[in-house]
């Protein structure tokens, strides 16, 4: 089992708490230094879920005699449409406990089980990188692709699959140019439009403010040109030695000259010469578009673990678009004018998790 029955777990001094505006440096501190810690676990999300997404953020720490042993950033999101969950964590693709002991691991899901029930959700949700309770429902949607990747360039580029690589060098010659910005709107344009073509509601561009302000030494806007024409953009976060690639889109231009091989093969040299030696293409819907373009890059896909404690439902909770109650309103809301899509869509998108 993932936790103890409680008549088994004996007093160690261990305390678990809620997190406090005061815990800050040193819940990141943790995190800096927990193997299992991803940049999802950073405390600035409970900012960004808070003002971003309007929704309440419950986190919890585990502490014995004054230091950290583990943490589980939570959060309550309540809706009409797609229900009330405790999720570890929404708009994230990993979560979860991070702890560096057994008792910190099974105490933290003990109080989440605990909270859960307390609150009266559908479920509680567990974006586990690795199996944690295999007793409880899971969720095989998604898998994620990483890879290491070398400081040198010829390295990395021959890492790519033949085809693959074809595709970069058809975007070279193209003369494709890439930049670092800050112009948030820049990216905002090109990654509205995308999503709204994929029929998915876009976040509001409050939501990537308040992101980039509170991680804004660890994010970085780039744009993707073509014959002077904005094409393809992408934010991506750094953490450790890590580069993740997390919010990136792309308009129809961009397809004849491979605007998308172009700007992820761009971001893996940059992120090479400054010292990066893991690329986190995040996850992806098996047997999806973007599932078989990673593919084609040479990753391999590795399952994630998302672990659901049902407490009011019976069923695992698919807020998410292979559910067929969605496929008429994902194919209408392509049809949306953008300017509908941009004012509409970060209503719904804040209650997807």
């Known amino acids: ?15 678990v708490r809620r997190y406090l505006a005061s815990d800050h440096a040193r819940w990141d501190a943790f995190v800096a230094h927990c193997a299992q810690a991803t940049f999802f676990h950073r405390s600035g ?26 943490i ?19 708009c994230c693709v990993y979560g979860g406990v991070a702890a560096v002991s ?41 898998v994620t ?32 140019s890439a930049c670092v910005t800050n112009d948030l709107d820049r990216f905002y344009r090109i990654y509205s439009e995308s999503v709204r073509n994929l029929g998915t509601p876009v976040f509001s561009r409050r939501f990537f403010a308040v992101l980039i ?10 744009v993707v040109a073509a014959s002077g024409r904005d094409v393809a953009a992408v934010l991506s976060f750094y953490f450790r030695d890590e580069v993740l690639p997390y919010y990136g889109g792309s308009q129809l231009a961009a397809r004849p000259v491979k605007g998308n091989d172009f700007m992820y093969w761009d971001l893996m040299r940059r ?19 973007p599932y078989h373009f990673k593919k084609n890059w040479g990753f391999v896909p590795q399952p994630l673990h998302y672990e659901y ?18 496929r008429l309103l994902i194919a209408a809301w392509k049809w949306l004018p953008l300017s509908i899509a941009n004012t509409v869509g970060p209503m719904l998108a804040r209650h997807l998790g």
């Open 1 to 15: 089992m993932c936790v103890k029955p409680i008549d088994a777990i004996v007093d160690t001094g261990l305390r």
């Open 45 to 70: 999300w409970s900012r960004v879920i808070t003002e971003g997404l309007g929704q309440r953020c419950r986190y919890l720490l585990a502490e014995r005699n004054g230091e950290i042993e583990g």
């Open 72 to 90: 589980l950033p939570l959060a309550e999101v309540r809706s009409r449409l797609f229900g009330h969950a405790l999720i570890s964590t929404p």
């Open 102 to 142: 057994e008792d910190a691991r099974q105490a933290l899901i003990l109080e989440s089980m605990r909270l859960a029930r307390r609150l009266g959700v559908d479920a509680l949700e567990m974006r586990n990188r690795e199996a944690v309770c295999p007793e409880w429902p899971t969720q095989n949607l998604y």
């Open 145 to 176: 692709f990483r890879r290491p990747i070398s400081e040198a360039d010829a390295d990395n580029f021959k890492s790519i699959p033949r085809k693959q690589r074809a595709m970069v060098r058809k975007a070279i010659d193209a003369g494709l």
């Open 213 to 222: 302000n509170e991680f804004h030494s660890d994010t970085e806007l780039s």
């Open 271 to 289: 992120a090479a010469a400054r010292g990066v030696r893991v690329f986190d293409y995040g996850r992806s819907k098996v047997g999806t578009g």
């Open 309 to 326: 404690y049902l407490v009011r439902s019976r069923v695992i909770p698919e807020n998410n678009p292979m559910n067929p109650r969605y």
